[in-house]
């Protein structure tokens, strides 16, 4: 028997079970795929070496030659309870054309099951099925001996429902553009050590029903570094990832002292045409910014610019007591509790910037380059994807036959945590 769940159930549990606490919409675009990395830790920035440099770093391809084909399988979030209700596919190509570099790409797919459509009063209307669909095509080419570039162009179709709730208007679909770029040099300060960079879906905000509620693309900076070791039957490699998301998204905060969101007059009455701004001119109601800003601003959003939020929405910063007068300590949201609330009069800290990085940690050893053994670990503090607060562990196996690989990767973590127990199965074919 199917499980089925409301759309936006099923989209949280997504959000806070990939990255970064929902600071983005289609966060399902940094799904890594792969059972190879899945069982490194899901590095790849550095280890670009096949089809999968078309989602990890194109630049992978410019050292690449030949054909080849990958197929990369997972249920996701199966601690969920929705085993072949919500899968992850990816399907890879890339081919090496002489004189002029490697064409590749890849389809991802994430289908999201069956859902139940309800009206305002919780009552079942029908079914529809839920699915995001990514199509991207890929080239990468050497600059140098030892240096190469790569470009991603994305093409995203997000399927959550045929219309909204309620009195909700239009479809709720969504297609967008999105493009990529990276670079890898290899003999990097050793000689056997790659550094690669990339930055991914960079485009436009993600709108489906409503325009003002669009999320920002999920554009991620990845940096990678990748250590091999080759004997006559033994390779080994020790590869390290790090993540940012380049995505700047501000609570509703108060940034001119006056423990109010928004702009007031002397009288108390809201300024503006719709009072987003206070008195110095500054955007005080929640808010994100487009992404050739947030490249920038992200990068101390959680540090310089996080100011006094508004913690409980009541649209106004510290304590206030029911005649609208300020709390006399006026830190906490609460008057009533006193310093059992949530401190509202704050300030972020390169602490709090630091947390929403992730790492990647990952170890590849190939005997004979026919078997292969892998462990890694991952850590996203912001994510919520740690065990027991430290990071978590990954493993896998790898067995090269007949110009074919067969991967398999497997993800711990806590057993209430949806990502915990994941198996990745996937197989690479040269062509």
Do not use: C
Not at 260 to 268: D, F, L, M, P, V
């Amino acid at each position: 028997m199917k499980k089925f769940f409301q759309i936006t159930v099923l989209i949280m549990a997504l959000t806070t079970s990939v990255f970064a606490v929902g600071e983005a919409g289609a966060v399902w675009l940094l799904i890594k795929p792969g059972a190879r990395a899945a069982g490194m830790g899901e590095v790849g920035g550095a280890v670009a070496d096949d089809a999968y440099a078309t989602y990890y770093n194109p630049s992978g391809l410019g050292f690449q030659s030949g054909r080849s084909f990958t197929v990369h399988h997972v249920n996701w979030l199966s601690n969920l309870g929705v085993q072949g209700d919500m899968y992850f596919d990816f399907l890879g190509y890339k081919q090496y054309f002489e004189d002029y570099g490697t064409i590749g790409g890849n389809i991802t797919i994430m289908n999201l099951g069956e859902q139940w459509r309800t009206d305002a009063y919780g009552n079942k209307i029908d079914k529809f099925r839920s699915y995001y669909l990514a199509t991207t095509g890929s080239y990468g080419t050497r600059l140098s001996r030892n240096t190469s570039f790569g470009l991603n162009f994305k093409l995203i179709y997000q399927h959550l429902t045929s219309g909204g709730a309620g009195r909700e208007k239009g479809s709720g679909n969504s297609t967008n553009l999105a493009l990529g770029v990276g670079y890898m040099k290899k003999e990097f300060l050793l000689d056997n050590l790659t550094l690669g960079l990339s930055i991914q879906n960079i485009g436009n905000k993600i709108t489906f029903i409503d325009v003002e509620q669009a999320d920002p693309m999920p554009t991620n900076l990845k940096l990678g570094l990748n250590y091999e070791i080759k004997q006559e039957y033994n390779t080994i490699s020790f590869a390290y990832d790090i993540n940012k998301l380049l995505v700047t998204r501000y609570p509703p905060r108060d940034l001119n002292g006056d423990g109010k969101i928004g702009g007031y007059n002397e009288s108390g009455d809201r300024i503006g045409p719709s009072g987003e701004y206070n008195n110095k001119g500054q955007m005080e109601e929640a808010h994100t910014d487009p992404w050739y800003k947030a490249i920038f601003t992200s990068w101390v959003d959680d540090w310089f610019l996080y100011k006094n939020p508004d913690l409980d929405d009541d649209g106004k910063v510290g304590g206030w007591n029911k005649e609208g007068e300020k709390d006399p300590d006026g830190k906490y949201n609460s008057p009533e509790t006193g310093n059992g609330a949530e401190k509202e009069v704050k300030t972020g800290s390169l602490g709090n910037e630091l947390e929403t990085l992730v790492h990647n940690f990952g170890i590849e050893y190939w005997y004979a380059n026919k078997f292969a053994v892998r462990v890694g670990f991952l850590y996203d503090k912001a994510g919520d994807i740690t065990m027991n607060g430290l990071p978590v562990p990954t493993f896998g196996t790898g067995l090269r036959y007949a110009g074919m690989r067969f991967d398999f990767g497997y993800t711990a973590g806590e057993n209430d945590h949806p990502r915990a127990n994941t198996m990745h199965f996937s197989i690479k074919m040269n062509l």
